[in-house]
């Protein structure tokens, strides 16, 4: 398929920039692929298309304060998006600057930390933090929050609590798992004593989330790797699920991604563990392990709307993008979100 099949037009008014007052009053699209059915809910009408026995898989990463700011040794400004920490003092990034920086180049971040350019792959820059403290350390200390590139602002005290789940436990992040930004503690219980379980997975969303699909063929699209970890109890909590005939759903296309890369890395076998995957999930994917997908609203001529294509169906997601468009929904990180079932529901 092209690129250009996942292309849409979205008035800038849409684009949600701040989040809701409540998590869990946004608005729900439902979506059955089969019939096409269309419903519009909110959210906490989410808990009639669960059933007792069902699992719900989440994914626990915890964002990182990876944003930086600070200047190059001829004086021009930097803006460094840490991508990931290699160690105590080496991580890969993204620099934004009038030049780019060479390598041997010397930076000065938060007017405290040096920093030396060691080299530059095709899209990440491996950094040197010449500090005694750890990279991670200084992240929390003088970095900002990584607000995505469509929302108009600086992030705030809002978004320190916001822009993360409240089950966030595992720090590696620089995008937050947004569709599970919706549920607050109160729903989650709300869950477990309706006889859902509830499990989670770990993958620790990259920079690239945010990169279109820049070639013509999506077949020739690259995707940067990330990591993940599927606990043992998750495989258990979804094996016993499936085995008194419950559902899997999947709390975000990265929850997704997780755990159809390690279907796919053992021949269709969930397996606990930890790994890095570059899974590109397109129309025409066989999914192995998940049947229901909650999501929100994503970016044109994006790999998770093409994913999201895949699962839902191509022509079906068409119709509800337009729908929800319609229907003034909000989209993107702190929009509404998007149920997709892949199976008929009981009567």
């Given at each position: 398929?092209?690129t250009?099949d996942?292309?849409f037009?979205?008035?800038s008014?849409?684009?949600a920039?701040?989040?809701t007052?409540?998590?869990?009053s946004s608005r729900?699209l439902y979506?059955?692929?089969l019939?096409?059915?269309?419903h519009?809910?909110?959210?906490?009408?989410?808990?009639?298309?669960?059933?007792?026995?069902?699992v719900?898989v989440f994914?626990?990463?915890r964002?990182?304060?990876a944003r930086?700011?600070?200047?190059?040794?001829s004086g021009?400004?930097?803006?460094?998006?840490?991508e990931r920490v290699l160690?105590d003092?080496?991580a890969?990034?993204v620099?934004?600057a009038?030049h780019?920086?060479?390598?041997?180049?010397?930076?000065?971040?938060?007017?405290?930390i040096?920093?030396?350019v060691v080299?530059?792959g095709?899209?990440?820059y491996?950094?040197?933090?010449?500090h005694?403290?750890?990279v991670?350390?200084?992240?929390?200390?003088y970095?900002?929050l990584?607000?995505?590139p469509?929302?108009?602002r600086?992030a705030?005290?809002?978004?320190?609590s916001?822009?993360?789940?409240v089950?966030?436990k595992?720090?590696g992040a620089?995008?937050a798992?947004?569709?599970?930004?919706h549920?607050d503690?109160i729903?989650?219980?709300?869950l477990n004593?309706?006889?859902?379980?509830i499990a989670?997975?770990?993958?620790?969303?990259g920079?690239?989330?945010?990169?279109?699909?820049?070639?013509e063929?999506?077949?020739?699209h690259?995707?940067?790797s990330e990591w993940?970890?599927?606990?043992?109890?998750?495989v258990?909590a979804?094996?016993?699920a499936?085995a008194?005939g419950?559902r899997?759903f999947?709390v975000?296309t990265?929850?997704?991604?997780?755990?159809?890369?390690s279907?796919?890395?053992?021949?269709?076998?969930?397996?606990?563990?930890f790994g890095?995957?570059?899974?590109?999930?397109?129309?025409g994917y066989?999914?192995?392990?998940?049947?229901?997908?909650?999501?929100?609203?994503?970016?044109?001529?994006?790999?998770l709307?093409?994913?999201?294509s895949?699962?839902?169906?191509v022509e079906a997601?068409r119709a509800a993008?337009?729908?929800?468009i319609?229907k003034?929904y909000?989209?993107?990180?702190y929009?509404d979100?998007?149920l997709i079932?892949?199976?008929e529901r009981?009567?």
């Open positions: 398929m092209k250009q996942f292309d037009d979205l008035p008014e849409l684009i920039q701040y989040p007052q409540q998590r869990t729900l979506l059955n692929n019939s096409g059915q269309l519009d809910l909110q959210f906490v009408a989410l808990n009639n298309y669960l059933q007792s026995g069902d719900m994914n626990d990463t964002v990182v304060k930086l700011f600070g200047y190059k040794a021009g400004k930097v803006e460094v998006m840490v160690d003092h080496h890969l990034a620099i934004r009038s780019a920086p060479q390598p041997g180049g010397k930076l000065l971040l938060a007017d405290c040096p920093v030396t080299g530059r095709d899209t990440f491996t950094l040197h933090f010449m005694e403290k750890p991670s350390t200084l992240l929390e200390s970095g900002s990584p607000l995505p469509y929302i108009g600086q705030s005290s809002l978004d320190e916001r822009y993360q789940t089950y966030a595992n720090t620089v995008a798992p947004t569709a599970g930004l549920f503690d729903l989650l219980s709300r004593a309706n006889g859902i379980a989670y997975v770990t993958l620790h969303v920079a690239g989330t945010f990169q279109p699909v820049r070639v063929n999506i077949a020739d690259a995707m940067h993940f970890n599927i606990p043992a109890e998750t258990h979804i094996e016993q499936q008194r419950g899997v999947a975000g990265t929850t997704l991604r997780a755990l159809e890369a279907a796919m890395q053992h021949q269709g076998r969930l397996v606990s563990g890095e995957t570059d899974i590109f999930i397109t129309p066989r999914f192995q392990v998940v049947e229901c997908l909650l999501t929100n609203f994503h970016l044109p001529r994006s790999t709307l093409m994913l999201v895949a699962f839902g169906g997601v993008y337009r729908h929800a319609d003034r909000r989209f993107f990180s929009g979100a998007m079932e892949r199976i009981n009567p």
